[in-house]
């Protein structure tokens, strides 16, 4: 157990449907960050938060977005769904920002498959 | 473009045997590479995370090797058992913001 807590576990919806996933960090860690794994691509860096602020982006599409409030959860809102979106969503926390070699927790994972 | 990719796609040994998984990447600058071993259906976990300046590192049964210059890392499973079947995902933290170039993984499956 990494001590990352994700719900939930699954989710089932439809195309043009709006979710939103929540992620706890482990006690003390101040970044968090969010993943996608889909079967083809592998694990793809959608965006980090470090203590509430956005810190870095990758490949998070204009129809998501994220937040991290000040208890330090995160929130992944995903909108306009479409099939492509299906996949397992990952959080992640690390203590500091990662640059150097912060090890990152991943939580278990959120299945979402759109119908 | 930042690339991290890894060889073989899968694998398939006998428990007890050792192997090799390969990770070469194109990421620039260069800060650090890490293994993670991922289970089915479960989050990624770290297994060595290593520097410029550190050529091997140990966890146990697995030995990742960092050769920065021709930009290549191993990791070598010692004495496989069944536990071991995982996608082995080789990531590498480098450029703007130290973000994080994940390979495709290797697929390794041990059999009895």
């Known amino acids: 157990d990494s001590g990352v807590t994700q719900t939930p576990k699954h989710l089932i919806t439809a195309t043009g449907q709006r979710v939103t996933l929540r992620c706890s960090p482990r006690?003390?860690?101040?970044?968090v960050y969010w993943y996608q794994q889909s079967l083809d691509q592998g694990l793809q860096f959608l965006i980090q938060?470090?203590?509430?602020?956005?810190?870095a982006k990758g490949n998070i599409l204009e129809r998501f977005s994220a937040q991290q409030f000040p208890d330090l959860h995160s929130e992944l809102n995903l909108s306009s769904l479409e099939l492509g979106d299906s996949a397992l969503y990952f959080c992640a926390s690390s203590p500091g920002t990662s640059g150097r070699k912060e090890t990152q927790y991943f939580g278990p994972g959120t299945r979402l498959l759109v119908l | 473009k930042n690339q991290v990719e890894q060889s073989p796609q899968s694998l398939i040994i006998l428990e007890g045997k050792n192997c090799t998984l390969q990770c070469n990447y194109t990421v620039s600058p260069f800060s650090n590479l890490r293994w993670y071993k991922q289970d089915t259906g479960r989050g990624p976990v770290s297994l060595t995370i290593?520097?410029?300046?550190?050529n091997t590192k140990s966890n146990g049964r697995y030995t990742a090797t960092l050769d920065a210059d021709t930009k290549q890392s191993s990791l070598h499973i010692t004495a496989s058992q069944l536990s071991d079947s995982a996608s082995y995902i080789c990531v590498v933290s480098g450029g703007s913001n130290y973000k994080l170039t994940f390979g495709k993984g290797t697929l390794l499956t041990v059999n009895p």
């Open positions: 290593m520097t410029f300046s550190e």
């Open positions: 006690s003390g860690d101040l970044s």
């Open positions: 938060y470090y203590n509430g602020e956005e810190r």
